[in-house]
């Protein structure tokens, strides 16, 4: 059914004209909005989170020719739609590992990720060592029974004690 | 000596042993003319098909590191298509890698500087760092048994082939 016939008799010629110009207009106005996907992700946030490989700083910092076309490249990707993950990869893809802000598993940026770890076991090794002997030094100290009775007040000592305490009985 | 000092001398030790190995694995490749050229089975510029500067064995290669993005490169790309052209029948060629770039805009470069000689894509600057390089362009004149024969760390021209390319390679 066209337009046409849908609303012949409803208004006049011009007003169809009108109104189907109106529509026309509308769809056109409307159809980059529709067609451009959302994006997902910033430039900013991409920036933010890659290096320039040439520059050896984050990419928001690099002013360099060659940062200069990674920004590009990464707002086209970023207009297409894609998600950080996606830019990420598409960047290491094409700029290496390097782009990603990560030390190399390899040579002395291996330290980044060794470091730590060693770090951690040297921590836990100590802590331990450490607890156990807080606790043998514990036991160490605690009295046994015998010696808690050896220990008690005896004779005079014993019985002013018990006068000394009986005061204080409610 | 007490556990705890133990320990220390320990942590000291393994921190300087981390300076030295750092010190050591941060020295940057050198290479020399002399030293077989760094090489490697690279994809082909533009895609598909791939290629190393060993398939050239036998022919003097001029090798070409450059990105879309240098200024330099630019300049040059004509002048290495005219020497491309004036040697290639004396099994000469230039053999172009880009570097430190994407594969858009390097195709985007070729298509405005066509040099008609081969072109190799090397991701990052895996490349560059193979050659010890500083920047682009650098060139390195390789010799037919895959030695290196020249470092030029710079955009070359004309006068620059004419006079320090042309001669080792007639030279031979």
């Known amino acids: ?170 | 000596m007490s556990a705890r000092s133990l320990l220390a001398f320990l942590a000291v030790l393994a921190v300087i042993g981390l300076l030295a190995f750092g010190l050591l694995s941060k020295g940057e490749t050198k290479i020399a003319v002399g030293d077989p050229v760094p090489d490697k089975v690279l994809p082909a510029l533009p895609a598909p098909g791939r290629g190393s500067i060993a398939e050239y064995r036998g022919k003097w290669v001029l090798v070409n590191l450059w990105a879309s993005w240098c200024v330099p490169c630019r300049q040059e790309a004509p002048v290495l298509q005219r020497f491309y052209r004036r040697n290639r029948q004396d099994d000469t060629t230039v053999l172009g890698i880009n570097v430190q770039d994407n594969e858009d805009d390097a195709r985007a470069f070729l298509r405005e500087h066509p040099t008609g000689y081969p072109q190799l894509r090397s991701v990052g600057d895996e490349r560059s760092a193979a050659f010890g390089s500083t920047g682009v362009p650098e060139n390195f004149l390789v010799e037919p048994d895959g030695d290196l024969a020249l470092i030029w760390r710079g955009p070359v021209d004309d006068q620059f082939l004419r006079e320090r390319v042309a001669p080792l390679i007639e030279g031979s």
């Open chain 1, 1 to 170: 059914m066209s337009f046409r016939c849908a609303f012949s008799g409803l208004l006049p010629d011009k007003a169809h004209r009108y109104v189907l110009f109106v529509l026309i207009a509308a769809l056109v106005l409307a159809a980059p909005a529709v067609a451009a996907p959302a994006p997902q992700t910033t430039v900013n946030a991409i920036e933010a989170e890659v290096m320039c490989p040439i520059c050896g700083t984050l990419l928001e910092l690099a002013e360099s020719p060659q940062a200069k076309r990674e920004k590009v490249f990464v707002a086209k990707l970023v207009a297409e739609g894609k998600g950080k993950a996606e830019v990420k990869d598409a960047l290491v893809a094409q700029y290496g590992p390097s782009v990603l802000a990560l030390p190399k598993a390899s040579g002395f940026d291996l330290s980044a990720y060794l470091v730590p770890i060693l770090a951690l076991a040297i921590a836990v090794v100590v802590l331990t060592f450490s607890v156990l002997r807080w606790r043998r030094s514990g036991r160490d100290e605690e009295p046994s029974a015998s010696q808690a009775a050896a220990d008690a007040p005896q004779g005079e000592d014993a019985e002013r004690l018990e006068a000394d305490l009986s005061h204080y009985d409610l």
